[in-house]
């Protein structure tokens, strides 16, 4: 069963020994109560020079895919499943089970699902498109150069990508 304290211990761990980034916010955000944060997992899927991003419905911006992990489900599992979800691609996940960044950002209150405002601990994983079906929670989605990408955290894990 997943264990998400075992789970961020490890990337913590991981993030030092590789210099990988940690959000400042993680120590003040992971001790709040459950309720005031949610994990979610997210896929940045590279092709080529492109990455494949969606149009956030509520948000109005481009992200990548990303959502909800569900209870006892791994983090990248979730990201895979939420980039087919939205997309329709199925993917591969690049390098190992462990996420390549870590964000924790304000999710504004919706209130078409009734949800106040909370963070979102996102970790996003690497993957490569396979195929494409049908999505089923589909979403506006695009390919964009690397160049064109202007979301800080996006171009961050891509630049990581890029140098390894």
């Known amino acids: 069963m997943f264990d998400s304290d075992?789970?961020?211990?490890?990337?913590?761990?991981?993030?030092?020994?590789?210099?990988?980034?940690?959000?400042?916010?993680f120590n003040k955000i992971y001790t709040l109560?459950?309720?005031?944060?949610?994990?979610?997992?997210?896929?940045?899927?590279?092709?080529?020079d492109s990455v494949l991003l969606i149009f956030h419905r509520y948000i109005?911006?481009?992200?990548?895919?990303?959502?909800?992990?569900?209870?006892?489900?791994?983090?990248?599992?979730?990201?895979?499943?939420?980039?087919?979800e939205e997309t329709g691609w199925h993917t591969a996940l690049l390098g190992d089970d462990v996420p390549v960044d870590i964000d924790i950002h304000l999710i504004p209150e919706n209130p078409i699902k009734a949800e106040p405002e909370h963070w979102h601990i996102d970790c996003a994983f690497l993957l490569n498109p396979i195929s494409q079906s049908n999505p089923?929670?589909?979403?506006?989605?695009?390919?964009?150069?690397?160049?064109?990408?202007?979301?800080?955290?996006?171009?961050?894990?891509?630049?990581?990508?890029?140098?390894?």
């Open 6 to 25: 075992h789970f961020l211990k490890f990337y913590l761990q991981r993030a030092k020994q590789f210099d990988l980034y940690i959000d400042p916010k």
């Open 33 to 48: 109560n459950k309720n005031n944060f949610h994990l979610t997992a997210s896929g940045i899927v590279i092709k080529d």
């Open 60 to 84: 109005k911006e481009w992200f990548q895919p990303g959502g909800h992990i569900d209870d006892g489900e791994f983090p990248h599992i979730a990201a895979q499943r939420e980039v087919l």
């Open 136 to 164: 089923t929670d589909p979403e506006v989605s695009k390919w964009f150069g690397f160049s064109e990408v202007t979301n800080e955290r996006i171009k961050r894990v891509l630049n990581l990508a890029t140098k390894n």
